[in-house]
T-cell receptor, first 112, second 112 residues
Framework: DAGVTQSPTHLIKTRGQQVTLRCSPKSGHDTVSWYQQALGQGPQFIFQYYEEEERQRGNFPDRFSGHQFPNYSSELNVNALLLGDSALYLC???????????FGQGTRLTVV | DQQVKQNSPSLSVQEGRISILNCDYTNSMFDYFLWYKKYPAEGPTFLISISSIKDKNEDGRFTVFLNKSAKHLSLHIVPSQPGDSAVYFCAATASGTYKYIFGTGTRLKVLA
């Protein structure tokens, strides 16, 4: 049983560009959350998708957007990249509330 | 506003001894708490959780204690093993919300 898979694992982008990160949840999971982890910090919640809708959003600007597909996979899009967007982006999936979320290995985004 | 705090950035323990990792929170609405372990280049891995209706939960070598009046939780690892060396994050969530709030992590080093 594959866990949460994310692609790509590493990415280098230039300021002002746009990026799309992808996530496939663990089998049987229908809820996908995205987190940003800056160096030396804990993961910070970006948003969560359930039934193809954004269910909750953290304190991130509108440059961060997402999508969930009918097969529960998800994308995170970031527009107009800033140097400060450089971080590890983590996807987590879960089957329901109050169940531990399973994380993917993350995508390391570097903005230059 | 850091609602979940891990005030010890690092901890070193001898193999076979007890490791105690601490976490404090400020939001009294939090009612579910989790511990995750993270190795370099991997995503966080779920360890153990506790609901606010309990004050202790055990799973093998891992025990989490919750003191609601002090808004404090701790993770005990007994006995500690070199493979436990990793960064440990505590996280909290509340009814009516879908996001986890993470602390900044404690790096545990278990010395052989």
């Amino acid at each position: 049983d594959a866990g949460v898979t994310q692609s790509p694992t590493h990415l280098i982008k230039t300021r002002g560009q746009q990026v799309t990160l992808r996530c496939s949840p663990k089998s049987g999971h229908d809820t996908v959350s995205w987190y940003q982890q800056a160096l030396g910090q804990g993961p910070q919640f970006i948003f969560q998708y359930y039934e193809e809708e954004e269910r909750q959003r953290g304190n991130f600007p509108d440059r961060f957007s997402g999508h969930q597909f009918p097969n529960y996979s998800s994308e995170l899009n970031v527009n107009a990249l800033l140097l400060g967007d450089s971080a590890l982006y983590l996807c987590a999936s879960s089957p329901r509330r109050y169940t531990e979320a399973f994380f993917g290995q993350g995508t390391r985004l570097t903005v230059v | 506003d850091q609602q979940v705090k891990q005030n010890s950035p690092s901890l070193s323990v001898q193999e076979g001894r007890i490791s105690i990792l601490n976490c404090d929170y400020t939001n009294s609405m939090f009612d579910y708490f989790l511990w995750y372990k993270k190795y370099p280049a991997e995503g966080p891995t779920f360890l153990i959780s506790i609901s606010s209706i309990k004050d202790k939960n055990e799973d093998g070598r891992f025990t989490v204690f919750l003191n609601k009046s002090a808004k404090h939780l701790s993770l005990h690892i007994v006995p500690s093993q070199p493979g436990d060396s990793a960064v440990y994050f505590c996280a909290a969530t509340a009814s009516g919300t879908y996001k986890y709030i993470f602390g900044t992590g404690t790096r545990l080093k278990v010395l052989a």
